[in-house]
């Protein structure tokens, strides 16, 4: 069960379930504030990084099943993000809509472009080496950014085209996310009360 609130570019979700317990606060107009708690620590600092670098103000509290594993805690708190941004959106009028971002870290180069259509895509070209950064399963990045993309009505592609160290290919992918989407909800002047489609509606 979930609750939404919308005010301006600010929603509140909460997303209770039997496997988790999640609210997430967001501001699309924020600085890069965050306080972020979900139990993961390789996921509070990947949701540090996103906060920080689009500069949208994030709160994240999740509890859930981690006795079973990390997989629950991450995919939901990836829905509960996607919903509150977007709720935050709401009709999307006069934002630019598009966003696209070459990340470097050291060795690793991630390539980032998304679009706030509301259809939600993904694709995922990331590989691993490891099996874990931390407490963390590899394998459950993919699922964070599905959940994401989903909930957040987005047509998200990321592609990391080299890259060795793990945690360096995935930081890059949240950073990549971050810039991306720092472009994509940013108001456009030139539209700022039209809708970015020509078909009247996203």
């Known amino acids: 069960m979930a609750e939404n609130i919308t005010s301006g570019r600010r929603a509140d979700v909460t997303r209770n379930t039997t496997e988790t317990r999640i609210s997430v606060s967001v501001d699309l107009d924020g600085t890069g504030k965050y306080s972020v708690s979900t139990g993961i620590g390789f996921l509070d600092h990947m949701l540090e ?17 981690l006795h079973i594993d990390c997989h629950h805690t991450t995919e939901d708190t990836g829905i509960a993000i996607g919903e509150a941004v977007a709720k935050a959106l709401g009709d999307r009028r006069g934002i630019h809509r598009y966003g696209h971002i070459y990340i470097p870290m ?10 706030l259509s509301n259809r939600p895509y993904l694709i995922w070209k990331v590989d691993f080496t490891r099996d874990k950064l931390g407490t963390m399963d590899t394998e459950l990045f993919k699922e ?39 472009i994509a909800v940013a108001r456009d002047r030139r539209q700022s009360d039209a809708v970015p489609s020509t078909k009247g509606v996203l």
């Open 144 to 182: 964070w950014f599905q959940a994401f993309a989903q909930a957040a009505g987005c047509t998200l592609h990321v592609e990391t085209l080299y890259g060795i160290n793990n945690h360096h290919i995935v930081e890059t992918c949240f950073k990549g996310l971050a810039r991306a989407l720092k």
């Open 106 to 115: 050291d060795e690793t180069l991630t390539r980032v472009a998304l679009d």
């Open 49 to 65: 990084q996103l906060s920080r670098h689009s500069l949208i103000d994030l709160t994240v509290k999740a509890e859930g099943d």
